[in-house]
């Protein structure tokens, strides 16, 4: 849907998870969500317009049927419904899932400590140091939960909860850390 490979929704589950992939279509814009269903569901056109009717915050029950069901078709009934739980487990309940993209860091390194806006940067959530410093300095950074005052301030074994740390940007992008 995108004008770059960054922006590029892959069908592959190599270039883009099951999980990501769920997201993408549950952050659909509202005004697109029935256009969408149309045309990459085959739900009942009944049911499209149900759907379509609803307005506030019940658009959202829309966005998650239109995410589980293109996912369904893509990647299999059970890639939909680990994707559908683990938003749950992560929005609903602030909880931690396994199904969350993870990125590895040596265990010697994360012990010596680890910038935050460096951290940010290895998980994937910022492209460059200076993007990560900025997602910091306006509040979208957080270290399992809890916001980061300072782009420098140093992430270590300190920060791991459950043997993982939770990095998220803004208030959709999560990366699990896990020393190795």
């Not at 939909?80 to 390194?109: H, M, Q, W, Y």
């Amino acid at each position: 849907m995108g004008k770059t490979v960054s922006g590029a929704v892959w069908l592959n589950a190599d270039m883009l998870s099951p999980w990501e992939f769920w997201q993408y279509w549950r952050n659909t814009e509202d005004a697109d969500v029935g256009r969408f269903l149309k045309l990459y569901t085959e739900l009942p056109l009944d049911e499209i317009a149900r759907l379509e009717a609803l307005q506030g915050a019940e658009i959202n029950e829309a966005k998650k049927v239109l995410a589980n069901e293109v996912t369904r078709l893509c990647h299999g009934g059970e890639a939909a419904a680990e994707a559908a739980e683990t938003a749950r487990k992560t929005f609903e309940e602030g909880a931690l899932s396994d199904n969350l993209p993870t990125v590895t860091i040596p265990a010697a390194e994360l012990a010596a400590g680890i910038a935050a806006f460096a951290l940010f940067v290895r998980a994937g959530l910022a492209a460059s140091n200076g993007e990560a410093r900025r997602l910091i300095q306006g509040g979208g950074g957080k270290v399992n939960d809890v916001a980061v005052k300072d782009p420098a301030e140093t992430i270590g074994n300190a920060a791991l909860a459950d043997g993982v740390i939770k990095l998220t940007a803004g208030k959709k992008r999560h990366v699990l850390v896990k020393p190795e």
